[in-house]
């Protein structure tokens, strides 16, 4: 399985050529072919929803980055710098009993 | 006035009941013959749910209260039956597992959420609601590393603060209707508030949410199966039967299904990712309950439904990569396809599922939520779900499975997944497959009539465009998208940094004022106790002895004088 899988990423290129080209048929598809709801006004544009998608997504990029830069992102060690004690006390009572549902190294 | 009538329909056996007693044995048996055990006794438990059929089954009076352990209807059976089929899938996951303590936790846990979903009164609810609550905790603490403990305690913290919110609210509530009987809360008041906030704590509804991204990240590989299921839904569970139409939620839960979006393009660990992602699937269902009609209401069930079945493949697929590789950071994965592909291909399965991509199984649910948005006409709604939407896919479709699996090769060489492991992965992806497929199964099983195409062609080319669009803007933007060695500030850190901060400061600030006003105290007590030493003290003067000569002399004098009296 792991071998197929490399002979598509081998061919990405092909594979998001076509991609592209069903996602062009669908916008054209979704402006000849009338879907019948009209309950918002952005219904009955075609193609609506691929402008949504991309807007959507770039929106949310770079509006959360943004969030992350400015204000939200901390160091890795951000909450650990004050309980040391804490984590002293659980790390000593833990030890002695080995862990059985962690991890396994890389083999 | 202990009067106990027992009005138990014969052949009946409370699923909780048979799981929890169930569970005793466990420690009592080894290897093989416990694998063997877990997994039949998960099935047994699956196989009693399935064969409840809607009615009162279980009453009693006690102490005077009215309680209904056994009340099973549409409402609550679409709950019952997903939380035992994941209680098998998740036994066959950690199967390889040795750990005793987890295996009953784990039953407890799955038996008192669905013990929440039969209770027909509020005592019996909390009861399970607190139960469900201690057994969760042991599935953080057993990965036994300094991090859980912490996080585990912190979780136990925020849901005793739930738990006692709910209490309060039952109590008033009891003292002004007089009943316990657990159906739509429909009275206003403080009873109904605290109620409602003591659901929205487990739900993880902004700003109470962060106990679940701080501690399913810290939780056991196989423990988080179990917890990414329950807690939530059961909390959904609750909303939709106490709280329908409660307009707040709405805008709560699409508030919640973007918070949830924002905070996964942050995230670098994948399974905080994914809690996240609980987060945002979560805001649809509570949404769906604000709204409140009966298409909003059979959508959220749907939803809760199906989310549990690939938010656990999701889970499975991240708990496999981190199990194998030891590694649980986007930063420090990357390029392992090659060697866990069928864990990539299973994990897929899920992320299209969450996506929402027609055939799989989040299309059925997902859109049903958005389509009760658009029949009463909120715009507002409709377009910030659709935004998550899009987010959903961008995350655990793309950004997750992209650094994990593909990208820059890690250099980790692991192995595949053990076979239980991809088993479990199995099952659960073909339930998401299944329904995608065959949606008519799952919408039998609704609270109300379903009347509702999901694969209809309006429905089919805006999915399929506003998805496939998402992912032309990754691929643009992927070099800004890769996970970044950080963590992001939530609000957990109100009570991880700024309480204890704040405690801090009252007691260095609270203890020199202190100081100085028991030295301005005792300044004047030591005053008092000099004047008192002046005058009494061994040199004072009230301290002197006087001679006993003058005593008899003025007692002469004081009988001379009253017999002078004596004799006028």
């Known amino acids: 399985m792991g071998a197929f899988l490399e002979y598509l990423v081998k061919r990405s290129r092909l594979l998001s050529v076509l991609m592209l080209t069903f996602m062009a048929a669908l916008v054209v598809a979704d402006v000849l072919i009338p879907t019948g709801y009209g309950r918002f006004p952005w219904d009955t544009i075609g193609g609506f929803g691929a402008l949504y998608g991309f807007v959507s997504c770039v929106l949310i990029v770079v509006v959360s980055k943004a969030l992350g830069y400015a204000w939200l992102y901390r160091s890795e060690d951000y909450y650990d710098k004050r309980t040391t004690a804490d984590s002293e006390f659980s790390a000593k009572s833990l030890a002695d009993e080995p862990s059985d549902n962690g991890t396994r190294g890389t083999s | 006035m202990t009067e106990t009538v027992a009005l138990t329909s014969a052949g009946w056996l409370h699923p909780s009941l048979l799981l929890i007693l169930g569970t005793l044995f466990i420690p009592l048996l080894r290897d093989r013959l416990q694998q063997v055990y877990r997994i039949a006794l998960s099935v047994i438990f699956l196989w009693t749910v399935w ?68 209770a027909g009164d509020l005592v019996t609810l909390y009861v399970f609601w607190e139960l469900m609550m201690l057994a969760s905790v042991w599935l953080i603490w057993r990965r036994r590393t300094p991090e859980s403990y912490a996080a585990g305690f912190r979780y136990l913290l925020v849901h005793a603060v739930s738990g006692v919110l709910l209490l309060a609210g039952i109590a008033l509530y009891y003292s002004q209707t007089g009943s316990l009987a657990f159906n739509q809360i429909d009275m206003g008041g403080p009873a109904f508030y605290l109620i409602l906030l003591g659901f929205m704590v487990n739900a993880a509804v902004p700003p109470l949410h962060a106990w679940l991204t701080d501690a399913y ?46 905070y996964a393009v942050l995230a670098n660990d994948i399974r905080r990712l994914l809690a996240y992602h609980i987060i945002s699937q979560v805001g649809y269902m509570v949404a769906g309950v604000g709204m409140g009609t009966a298409i909003a209401l059979n959508g959220s069930a749907a939803h809760a439904f199906t989310h549990i079945l690939y938010k656990a493949v999701l889970f499975m697929g991240a708990g496999a990569v981190i199990h194998m590789t030891g590694k649980s950071k986007l930063t420090e994965l990357g390029g392992i396809y090659r060697y866990m592909p069928y864990t990539f291909l299973l994990y897929m399965i899920g992320a299209f599922s969450i996506s929402a991509f027609p055939l799989f199984s989040g299309f059925v649910s997902k859109t049903m939520v958005v389509e009760a948005a658009a029949v009463d006409h909120r715009a507002w709604i409709w377009l910030m779900l659709s935004l998550a939407s899009a987010g959903t896919f961008l995350h655990t479709g793309l950004k997750l499975p992209y650094f994990t699996f593909m990208g820059k090769d890690s250099g980790l060489r692991p192995k595949e997944a053990p076979w239980n492991m991809l088993l479990a992965m199995g099952i659960a992806a ?15 099983f609704l609270p109300s009539p379903v009347d509702y195409d999901a694969y209809s062609l309006s429905h089919l080319f805006w999915e399929l465009q506003l998805l496939l669009f998402t992912g032309l803007g990754f691929f643009l933007l992927i070099k800004h998208l890769g996970g970044e060695p950080k963590i992001s500030l939530d609000t957990d850190w109100l009570y991880r940094r700024a309480l204890p901060a704040t405690t801090g400061w009252l007691r260095r600030t609270g203890g020199t004022a202190w100081n100085a006003i028991l030295s301005l105290l005792l300044g004047g007590i030591h005053g008092v106790i000099h004047g008192l030493a002046r005058h009494h003290g061994p040199q004072g003067v009230l301290a002197r002895t006087w001679p006993t000569g003058s005593m008899v002399l003025w007692v002469a004098v004081i009988l001379a004088g009253s017999l002078l009296i004596y004799y006028l």
């Open chain 2, 430 to 444: 073909f339930f998401c497959v299944f329904i995608g497929v065959y949606p008519a199964w799952l919408y039998s």
């Open chain 2, 217 to 262: 990240p810290e939780a056991t590989v196989t423990g988080a199966i179990f917890l990414s299921a329950l807690t939530t839904k059961t909390a959904v569970y609750v909303l939709l039967r106490g709280f329908p139409g409660t307009e707040l939620l709405v805008w709560l839960g699409a508030i919640m299904a973007l918070w949830g979006v924002v």
């Open chain 2, 51 to 118: 064969q409840t059929v809607p009615g009162v089954h279980a009453s009693f009076g006690f102490l005077g209260l009215d309680l209904v352990p056994g009340r099973a209807d549409r409402l609550s059976l679409v709950f019952a039956y997903v939380f035992s089929l994941i209680t098998v899938i998740g036994t066959i996951y950690s199967l390889h597992v040795k750990d005793n303590v987890q295996h009953m936790a784990a039953y407890v846990y799955a038996a008192s959420a669905v013990g929440v979903v039969f």
